[in-house]
């Protein structure tokens, strides 16, 4: 089974400071990881993917995020947040090991960056 | 980029009406469309996995007599609540998978559906 754990309900962090969102994971086979964000009253918008190749994966509107194999984690990074940036983020993970292809998603921590 | 888009994005209505929802995959073919539901303040909770031509694939405890789903081509799915009542009250969002198992899901704005 896969299984994907955000630590943290909520992360608050000023304007222009760097921002961290947790993800770790637990999959059977290779992972196949995601993060997705989401808008109030919206569906989930695509950021970043890690498949295989560089550790260090860039995204959309200048998020990253870093895998890390032997602690099993795909924090996501920002170098400075934006108050546009609060919102729910959703870290996804899929493996060729579950048997389907189903995203298995973490419950989500809400980023609130204050000005 | 790929964009997958997904109407109504609200209902409201009464008790044992029947609500249909479409999910489109405007600029790509999706082979599979999921449909998910969301509950306040949690996370995504699968539903089921509609494959093209074929029967949906239910989860565990998602009654299929109640949540109809029709993947008729490669870039349609819909989702019908039938004889809704207040307790089926949700966010529904629907996403579609680029071909390629390593190929990113795409999701549309969501459905509030809201049964009075």
């Known amino acids: 089974a896969q299984s994907v754990a955000q630590p943290e309900d909520q992360v608050n962090v000023a304007e222009g400071n760097p921002l961290t969102v947790k993800c770790t994971y637990s999959?059977?086979?290779?992972?196949?990881l995601f993060w997705y964000v989401q808008y109030p009253n919206r569906g989930l918008q695509f950021l970043l993917k890690y498949i295989t190749g560089d550790n260090l994966v860039k995204g959309s509107y200048g998020f990253e995020a870093e895998f890390n194999k032997s602690q099993t984690s795909f924090h996501l990074k920002k170098p400075s947040a934006l108050v546009s940036d609060s919102a729910l983020y959703f870290c996804?993970?899929?493996?060729?090991?579950?048997?389907?292809?189903?995203?298995?998603f973490g419950k989500g921590t809400k980023l609130s960056v204050i000005p | 980029g790929a964009v997958v888009s997904q109407h109504p994005s609200r209902v409201i209505c009464k008790s044992g009406t029947s609500v249909k929802i479409e999910c489109r995959s405007l600029?790509?073919?999706?082979?599979?469309m999921f449909w998910y539901r969301q509950f306040p303040k949690q996370s995504l909770m699968l539903m089921a996995t509609?494959?093209?031509?074929?029967?949906?694939?239910?989860e565990q405890g998602v009654e299929k007599d109640k949540f109809l789903i029709n993947h008729a081509s490669l870039t349609l799915s819909t989702l019908t609540v039938a004889s809704a009542h207040p307790e089926d009250s949700s966010f529904y969002i629907c996403?579609?998978?680029?071909?390629?198992?390593?190929?990113?899901?795409?999701f549309g704005d969501g459905t509030r559906l809201s049964i009075l």
């Open positions: 999959v059977s086979g290779n992972p196949y």
């Open positions: 996403s579609a998978r680029e071909q390629g198992l390593n190929q990113p899901q795409h």
């Open positions: 509609s494959n093209e031509g074929s029967k949906a694939t239910y």
């Open positions: 996804a993970v899929w493996s060729s090991g579950a048997g389907s292809y189903q995203l298995t």
């Open positions: 600029d790509f073919q999706a082979t599979t």
